[in-house]
């Protein structure tokens, strides 16, 4: 969006200078991506008058123009087709410097001498296109030098404008902005209409086919008027914005359009037949000639319709059958609000975008549709001399309120970590627009598109204050609640199994009805009634038969190391016939696994499976046991049930060898699988942070050789009842059977930490506690501590 200063400052006082105007955007979340100066680099370009104009002997398409410059007469030879008698141009002297650098030498060309140059839009950087050489109002002043002529010496800004902030899409937009950021009053656009008594109503009928697309359609008739070029004033400043002038009619609704940010389109009334607008969906097969001379197909595209055809492709672009041409008499004005889902799918569908349609398809503001239609209309008349017939046809089918949220003034501060008072956070949202009554906000419509939520305005109020004026601060390390989505802890536990060596495989949903039963499967097989194949014939209770198909897979392949998982969803009937969807995670552990992290490889075992699994449910903070299960499908004396609070949430074991073997296994095959869908929900508990110790930890270890009835967690249960609540952590870091080790017995090494919160731990006081947890092991468990 290119915003002349000039401009601006009709809407609002600007006192600083460019860049510190820039720089305050900027800071403010408005970036401005350049500053222009029109006219700083230009020098010695007047105004000239053609005084005659001769072809060339030899070259017909050279022109020999003799040219009034106010100090002398210039002869002067280019090739611009455009040009006759009386024509006023901007004329580069001899020594002029242009806007690109360049300077303006005489010369000879094709025999003939030239003392200067005609300029067109290019050569005055006003644009990157022309279609020939620029042709002056006629009361222009012959010799005035044309940066004064053009207006052309001022600042430009060039913001990147962000697609959700429609309301800055205008110059008005930006100094509302600045009056939010300066704390400045903010003036709105002047609209004056003067009205005949001649009815509009009379001469034009509105109907909305389609009120969903088209909620509100507003216009005015303006009949009289003479197409002309437009005020230079007003050229110049479309061309300082990037738009090529084309006559007084069409550069006022450009101009409007830039000036409050409502598209605009006129219409030949004597185009429209039976004078009639209907607001529709395209027929199939209609098509329409734009006004880029391109006829395309609707495909059921938003429509502007006459009695008869399509005249216009809704907030995007007009038709050429009602074209305002320089034979235009009488015209009609809209101004409109289109469901911006509608023209961004026209936009699509017809491969077209303009400046209309960029606007539209991100919601304009409803209350700026007559606004902007009165100026203009008001425009048109007096830069044309016509009349603006009574009363404004306005159809409306709905109505838009302004957006409602709840809002803390006391919640900004703890966002941010600032010390806003109470009275600089609601003058902060005054100069937004924002209404605050109680404990609501009332958002003003031109900012609907994007506030929805209380952390949307404590984001406006911290880029009005400043993001410079916020203190930087350090992160609180204290105890700290924090929440985790569903989403999020499925995200981390994908991450977290990938850094553990496994790769995550998306498989169907069907399985045959002959795969293996491995381990516990809920209720009753859905059976499809129209199954693709025999292979694919019931719903999959389990993960684990489709993971048993990638294994096989990929071994037929020469893969040697498997080791993968999926979370989806499993399906069964339960006792009442219904069909019910649950949350799985099923693993499977075959081969080498090589942790991501370090590179490590290691082969499965059961304490491996035990490793995993408390890595998953201690991230989800679910507390849970083991017990040890003779499981279908699964090796005897090598399983065991995931319980929580004496229910089952899942199995895990080494799978028995004849199916392991059909699936093509050779070496010790382990599957896990986890209900997940009813642990996320107990996971709706906060994990609990504590900070950083700041008394040191003790460590000691402990080495025991254990009979091959106890388990691991009871005898981490034992510790821990003893040690109390001086144990921070216990670690199996040892694991070894066999040699010098009796049979049916086991040798096991535990590291545990000790610390104490509140202060530091003596020798004497841990060497006296781990012996505690020495003879409680040996009385209660039977183990036999190795020294």
Request: hydrophobic share 40%; with cysteine.
């Amino acid at each position: 969006m290119r915003v002349p200063i000039e401009w601006l400052k009709e809407f609002i006082k600007v006192d600083i200078a460019p860049e510190r105007l820039a720089d305050r955007l900027t800071m403010s979340g408005l970036e401005v991506g350049a500053i222009e100066y029109h006219g700083n680099k230009m020098s010695d370009i007047v105004v000239g008058k053609i005084k005659s104009i001769e072809r060339h002997a030899t070259k017909p398409d050279i022109l020999i123009c003799q040219v009034d410059t106010g100090i002398k007469i210039l002869q002067i030879v280019t090739k611009a087709g455009n040009l006759k008698l009386g024509d006023k141009v901007p004329v580069a002297l001899h020594g002029a410097t242009l806007p690109s650098g360049i300077k303006v030498q005489k010369r000879e060309l094709h025999g003939v001498e030239s003392f200067g140059m005609l300029c067109s839009e290019i050569e005055l950087g006003l644009s990157d296109k022309a279609e020939g050489i620029m042709i002056l109002d006629k009361v222009t002043a012959v010799g005035e030098d044309i940066r004064k002529v053009l207006g052309i010496g001022g600042a430009v800004l060039d913001i990147d404008v962000l697609p959700n902030r429609i309301d800055v899409l205008s110059v008005f937009g930006v100094a509302r902005e600045l009056g939010a950021i300066l704390s400045r009053k903010v003036y709105y656009p002047a609209v004056r209409v003067k009205e005949t008594s001649e009815p509009a109503a009379k001469h034009l009928k509105i109907s909305i086919k389609d009120p969903d697309l088209c909620p509100r359609y507003t216009a005015r008739v303006v009949k009289g008027i003479k197409i002309k070029d437009s005020p230079q004033w007003m050229q110049d400043r479309l061309l300082a914005c990037g738009m090529r002038p084309i006559n007084n009619v069409v550069d006022a609704t450009n101009y409007v359009l830039l000036e409050t940010g409502q598209p605009l389109h006129a219409f030949d009334l004597g185009g429209l037949k039976g004078h009639e607008i209907a607001v529709r969906r395209a027929k199939q097969g209609e098509k329409i000639k734009t006004l880029d001379g391109e006829t395309r197909e609707l495909h059921g595209a938003l429509v502007i319709a006459d009695a008869e055809r399509p005249v216009a492709i809704a907030g995007v672009m007009g038709g050429s059958n009602t074209e305002v041409s320089s034979s235009t008499t009488d015209i009609v004005i809209e101004s409109a609000y289109f469901d911006p889902k509608t023209i961004h799918k026209a936009e699509k569908s017809l491969k077209i975008r303009t400046e209309a349609s960029t606007r539209f398809d991100r919601g304009v503001d409803w209350t700026t549709v007559p606004l902007a239609l009165e100026r203009a209309a008001g425009l048109i008349a007096e830069i044309s001399g016509g009349r603006v017939l009574k009363g404004m046809v306005d159809v409306k089918r709905s109505d838009r309120k302004a957006r409602q949220i709840a809002f803390r003034s006391s919640k900004v501060n703890d966002v941010l970590g600032s010390a806003i008072k109470p009275a600089e956070i609601s003058a902060i949202l005054k100069r937004l627009g924002f209404v605050q009554k109680g404990g609501k906000l009332s958002i003003p419509l031109y900012r609907a598109g994007d506030i929805e939520r209380e952390i949307d305005v404590i984001e406006e109020i911290a880029r009005i204050y400043g993001y410079d004026r916020i203190p930087s601060t350090l992160p609180d390390l204290g105890s700290e609640r924090i929440k985790r989505t569903t989403g999020k802890n499925l995200k981390r536990i994908r991450e977290m199994l990938i850094d553990l060596g496994f790769i995550e495989t998306v498989n169907y949903s069907m399985l045959s009805e002959k795969s293996p039963v491995i381990g516990e499967q809920k209720g009753e097989a859905v059976r499809l009634l129209n199954p693709i194949s025999e292979d694919l014939s019931v719903m999959r209770r389990s993960l684990i038969p489709s993971l048993l198909k990638v294994l096989t897979h990929n071994l037929n392949r020469q893969m040697d190391d498997v080791n993968i998982f999926e979370i989806d969803k499993v399906f069964y009937k339960d006792k009442k016939g219904e069909i019910n969807e649950d949350l799985q995670l099923g693993l499977l552990l075959y081969g080498k696994r090589m942790y991501r992290y370090d590179g490590i490889k290691e082969s499965p075992d059961f304490f491996q499976c035990k490793m995993i699994i408390k890595d998953v449910l201690d991230h989800l903070g679910v507390e849970h046991e083991l017990v040890q299960s003779a499981l279908p499908g699964l090796h005897p004396g090598r399983s065991a049930v995931i319980a929580r609070a004496g229910k089952s949430i899942g199995y895990f074991g080494e799978v028995h060898p004849v199916i392991a073997e059909s699936a093509g296994a050779t070496a010790p095959l382990y599957v896990i699988s986890v209900d997940m869908g009813s642990l996320l929900e107990i996971r709706k508990a906060s994990h609990t942070f504590s900070g950083i110790p700041q008394f040191p930890a003790v460590r000691r270890d402990i080495a025991m050789i254990v009979p091959g009835s106890v388990t691991h967690s009871s005898i981490v249960k034992e510790i821990k009842s003893i040690g109390g609540s001086l144990i921070e952590e216990i670690r199996l870091f040892d694991k070894y059977e066999g040699g010098s080790i009796e049979a049916g017995y086991v040798s096991l090494a535990y590291s545990i930490t000790f610390r104490d919160p509140a202060r530091t731990l003596t020798d004497e006081e841990v060497n006296k506690k781990h012996a505690e947890i020495s003879d409680s092991l040996t009385k209660k468990l039977g183990v036999k501590i190795r020294k």
